[in-house]
């Protein structure tokens, strides 16, 4: 191959490789051209942190002991006595309505002055508890949530065992005591009054006896999916705080727990006033409504809303004031910022004159106090490979490569069968997959065969194409010059000025001459000059030398055909005389020897080269 060819086959494979490589690009393309970034922070933040936002309960469960009741007889005496001074004053009406609501009035401003507890004792079965948030930090089954959410003070559990348990009893007193008004109807304010009085009574002289407490956190049953066959499992309490405004939190153990989602705990320092942060939660406005199925009532809410400012209790506790809307229910909680990180722990909000709770101000313990909790009980939070594979699946899911996102999913089914929301997952991803909305990649391999397929045909092509310019040229040269050199013939010096043989295998010490092997020590001075000239010799009676390979040269430069066949030599004909050509359709005597035309050219080719080697050569 010339160098003008080399170049051209070296310029041309280098255009059809790049061309090919742009192709393979072009196919393979829409693997990365959809990243899934239209996918909004709360959507993603949600798919991935619900899974470990679980739905807690706290239950305390007992009999409640409440005494019968009747008036001090004497202090009511006094009483009706004040009463018709009342009237003779013209301070109170002097008919029968106007004295009853005097008279309960001023029973309800001091009860136990009027009434008084007597026997015999009324019973009732009772369990008072509420709801809150809790989200899994291990793998094993370590739960984080508040201090308020798993205990009580006794204050607080009497006046919830009185607002529950006691309601039965407050009724049947309060319709006792307006029956006795001798046909009076009450309006509303009197009822008010009554009841009042009784709510009072009641829930300060009743006792509680064999108080039992139950904390469990609300699970699905294996299958998959959040449904009505969910059930508490019972959680031991293992440390607990203060409640707000003190260092609001508690830990939890769920005994026999295995590859349960986790989320993932980040640092104060992750947001600031301005970032916005997200709450996710049970609601109690949901948990407590009856009109939800209970599927419902356990997936949790995300809310959001601005970081507004850092605050620190009277005691030095921290808290961050952010505008997420929170409610009852939603204590415990986690709070996450952008980056999908607790970043805290929903713990207050502040409630209107009427009850309802504030969406405008919510208080959030921070992550720092929660991991100093966690040190405290040598927990360590981990992620599990539930959530590790989940999170790779989900990842393709948003990026719509369902066939991607499928197997990974049922390896999450696989490795922990109670998972909420896997096997919606699974469904939503078949589907898209028979509805041809899937648009996985295809594997790296194929792209790399393919591309190899590419460069094959590529490189077929282009030598082809050399064959077939080698074979344009190889029958005839311009008249003038030189004919190109053959296979296995020397190879032409650096501008035309001799050159030096081909090697003819390894090892070997002949080197091959116009497709003969020459003995060692063989001269090309030994030839005629380009004139056909011999010294002392006539012009055009030269005859080229033969040899065989490894054969003596004789000494009269002769070496006839050898006799065995075993190797035929076959003696040129001189040079400048012509080989007879054989009749039409007659076949040259000695067919199997060299073409004489090309070894004249190849001799020709030899001389003009020795011509310019230079003297001393």
């Not at 609001?248 to 705990?265: E, I, M, S």
């Not at 589907?431 to 996985?440: L, N, R, V």
């Not at 007879?580 to 020709?604: F, M, T």
């Amino acid at each position: 191959m010339d160098g003008n060819l080399r170049k051209y086959f070296g310029r041309l494979t280098g255009g059809m490789a790049a061309m090919a490589a742009l192709a393979l690009l072009a196919v393979a393309a829409p693997a990365s051209a959809d990243t899934g970034d239209e996918v909004p922070v709360g959507t993603r933040l949600a798919a991935r942190t619900h899974p470990a936002v679980q739905l807690t309960s706290l239950t305390y469960s007992g009999e409640v002991v409440v005494p019968s009741n009747d008036v001090k007889q004497a202090a009511w005496d006094q009483l009706t006595n004040d009463a018709t001074q009342a009237v003779l004053a013209g301070k109170i009406a002097s008919d029968e309505r106007s004295i009853a609501k005097f008279l309960f009035q001023r029973v309800a401003a001091d009860v136990d002055r009027y009434l008084q507890p007597v026997g015999p004792e009324r019973t009732v079965k009772a369990q008072v508890g509420g709801m809150c948030t809790g989200w899994w930090v291990t793998p094993d089954g370590y739960m984080v949530t508040g201090a308020h959410c798993v205990e009580m003070s006794n204050e607080q559990l009497s006046q919830t065992f009185a607002q529950q348990a006691l309601e039965k009893f407050n009724k049947q007193d309060a319709k006792e005591i307006i029956n006795g008004l001798r046909g009076l109807e009450a309006d509303k304010e009197m009822l008010e009054l009554v009841q009042q009085i009784y709510v009072t009574f009641n829930s300060t002289h009743m006792e509680i006896r064999g108080l039992q407490k139950s904390l469990s956190v609300l699970q699905s049953l294996p299958g998959g999916g959040v449904d009505k066959t969910a059930k508490e499992v019972p959680a031991e309490l293992v440390s607990v705080g203060e409640s707000y405004p003190g260092k609001d939190f508690a830990l939890l153990k769920v005994n026999g727990q295995l590859n349960l989602p986790t989320v993932p705990l980040g640092e104060d320092v992750d947001v600031q006033t301005g970032d916005t942060l997200y709450i996710s939660g049970f609601p109690g406005l949901v948990t407590n409504t009856p009109w939800f199925s209970i599927e419902s009532k356990l997936d949790p809410a995300l809310t959001e809303g601005p970081y507004n400012a850092k605050r620190s209790t009277q005691e030095g506790v921290p808290y961050i004031q952010t505008q997420a809307p929170s409610y009852h229910g939603n204590s415990g909680g986690p709070v996450f910022s952008r980056a999908g990180r607790v970043v805290g722990m929903l713990i207050a909000g502040t409630v209107s004159e009427n009850g309802e709770a504030s969406e405008n101000e919510s208080f959030v313990l921070p992550v720092s106090i929660i991991k100093e909790k966690l040190n405290e009980k040598n927990v360590k939070p981990s992620a599990s490979l539930t959530t590790t594979k989940y999170n790779e699946a989900l990842d393709d899911f948003f990026q719509r490569h369902y066939k991607d996102a499928l197997p990974k999913f049922r390896e999450v089914q696989a490795l922990f069968p109670s998972h909420p929301y896997v096997a919606k997952y699974i469904t939503d991803s078949q589907q898209a997959i028979s509805s041809g909305k899937d648009e996985t990649p295809q594997p790296v391999w194929l792209w790399v065969a393919i591309g190899a397929g590419v460069l094959i045909l590529v490189g077929g092509g282009l030598l082809l194409l050399v064959l077939m310019r080698r074979r344009k040229k190889g029958p005839s040269s311009p008249q003038g010059q030189s004919p190109s050199p053959v296979y296995g013939g020397p190879y032409p010096g650096v501008n035309g000025s001799g050159g030096y043989p081909a090697q003819v295998g390894g090892g070997h010490d002949r080197q091959p001459v116009n497709g003969q092997v020459l003995p060692q020590g063989w001269q090309p001075q030994s030839l005629p000059p380009a004139n056909g000239h011999r010294p002392g010799g006539t012009p055009g009676s030269y005859e080229a030398p033969r040899g065989g390979y490894d054969s003596p040269r004789p000494a009269d430069g002769y070496d006839p055909q050898r006799p065995d066949g075993a190797t035929q030599y076959v003696r040129p004909t001189p040079y400048g005389h012509q080989r007879p050509q054989p009749a039409p359709g007659q076949r040259p005597a000695d067919s199997g020897a060299p073409d004489v035309a090309d070894l004249e050219r190849e001799i020709a080719e030899l001389r003009r080269q020795l011509q310019h080697r230079p003297p001393d050569a």
